[in-house]
């Protein structure tokens, strides 16, 4: 494997003033994995997330990403997060939202002036057209259907290049076909791109096909399977 | 025996309310004079100041007036007349002061909102904007008048204080009340809290803004008329002008129609164009009734 982007050590998950929901002894993930992470609803997998993008602290240990100890050290951007309820805009338009992935690598007068270069109106496009939604560029996010929005949180994500991408189910209720492009292309930012790309999802099936390794989590501890011998279930 | 005590008070409470509501009213009224001989003699009044207003004076819509200020330089008497130049000038002092403190109370509504500043700066700037709302824009519009003059300047600059204490507030409400998901997501990337607010708070709250500011607008046309009183420039001005000296209730009474056909005309509209800007069911389809009625 290639470069470890985060370690965990002795690190225990939760909120403050109650008692941990997951404690980790160890874990590392490198640079261009897909990891997987399943477990039954509310065992902490969004809590876990959520302290990985750093906006939640963990109750004790050590979180090391990209080779920093805090999250303020981190270059704007290394971090890519799509809430499990996606994040995006709603009063504003496919095309600005997607835009946004590219403000951490925006100057502080386009910032202020609001003046993306051309380059990133390019890209923009690029990333609109890869999840397919060239003829929806111009239309408020509100207006578009669940999965569309999905395919704009990850567009955003295309735009943005994290070195990581923690997805909170954002390939969840999502058709056959649209969930193969928004697969697609988070298997392009692993594998051109060399993002590490954390997935939480509930489908056995996909996780067998997407992820490189799968982490579950099991009363209050994280178990590390192969994604072959994911059961999948009969119907 | 003490049970059917508290029973039988229990049976009597409303006439125990109604005893104590009444003699508290009884010794309040006395404190502050508001007595039967009073309320006569100022019915008395009333009735001198009804007589004298009827029929209003619609001269007030074609007369010039000659001792505006500042000067009307216009050729036609009507656009001259105390009518228009007073609603004009409230209307122009709505307008700035709305826009004056718009521009001024969005980034503190940013500051004082709890979900996109630290604690010390949103409580400092929650201080700062109920400061600036403890006293009404009446008392900032005598403050004005004193430090820049009998004039319009002061008007501004009165509904200016209060529309940033005012609409701040309504504001950093809006902005607390936004999903907290965009906001995670853009924390996440590492963007400062300046460029969080600008980019992600701001635009999903843009609807509830918008209509807060046209809102604003319309209070503002309401009480840059009550501002004028005091000298602050707007129609008000030109009712204390022929209220004062003269006692031309016939013409202030036009006045008050002028004024209140306006603020009715842009009560509507505001109220039509906020509904554009607001999704929810709660707002209701305007109404003359919502319009004429007093708001609750």
Known sequence: MSNSVIKLSDVDIGFLGESPLISIPNFEAF?????????VSGIGKTTLLRTLAGLQQPLNGQIS????????????????????RLGLVHHQTVGYNVLMGALPQATWWQSLFSLPSAEMRLRTREAVDAVGLSDKISDQVSQLSGGQQRRVAVARSLMQKP???????????????????????????????????????????????????????????????????????LL | ????????????????????????????????????????????????????????DFSVLTNRASWSNPPCNFDSDILCSPAAVGLLQTLEIAFLATLFGTIISLPLSSMAAHNLSPLWLSTI??????????LPSLIWALL???????????????????????????????????????????RAMGLSRAVVTRYFAIPEASNSLISQILFMFEYNVRHGSVVGLVGAGGIGWYMQYYISPFKLYDRVLALILVLYVTVTIIDWLSLKIRRRFIESEEVKKPRWRDVMLPQK
């Open chain 1, 31 to 39: 640079a261009g994995e897909v990891i997987g992470i399943i477990g």
């Open chain 1, 65 to 84: 990403i990209l080779g920093k100890s805090s999250f303020s050290e981190l270059v704007k951007g290394s971090i890519g997060y799509i809430p499990q």
């Open chain 1, 163 to 233: 070195s990581i991408l923690l997805a909170d189910e954002c390939l969840g209720e999502l058709d056959l076909a649209t969930s193969e492009i928004v697969a697609e292309q988070l298997l392009h930012l692993a594998k051109e791109h060399g993002s590490c790309v954390i997935l939480v999802d509930h489908s056995p099936a996909r996780m067998r096909v997407l992820c490189d390794r799968l982490i579950e989590l099991h009363q209050g501890k994280i178990r590390e399977m192969e994604p072959g011998s994911i059961s999948l279930p």
């Open chain 2, 1 to 56: 025996m003490l049970s059917s005590l508290i029973q039988n008070l229990r049976k009597r409470s409303r006439l125990i309310t109604f005893i104590a509501v009444s003699l508290l009213a009884y010794i309040v009224s006395r404190h502050l004079d508001v007595t039967g001989p009073n309320l006569s003699r100022g019915f008395d009044n009333l009735l001198v100041i009804m007589a004298e207003s009827f029929p209003p």
């Open chain 2, 125 to 134: 700037t929650r201080n700062l904007l109920a400061g600036l709302r403890v």
């Open chain 2, 144 to 186: 004005f008048v004193i430090i820049v003059g009998i004039g319009p300047l002061a008007g501004v600059l009165a509904m200016t204080l209060y529309t940033i204490g005012y609409l701040g507030k309504l504001q950093y409400e809006a902005l607390e009340g936004i999903r907290k998901q965009p906001l995670e997501a853009a």
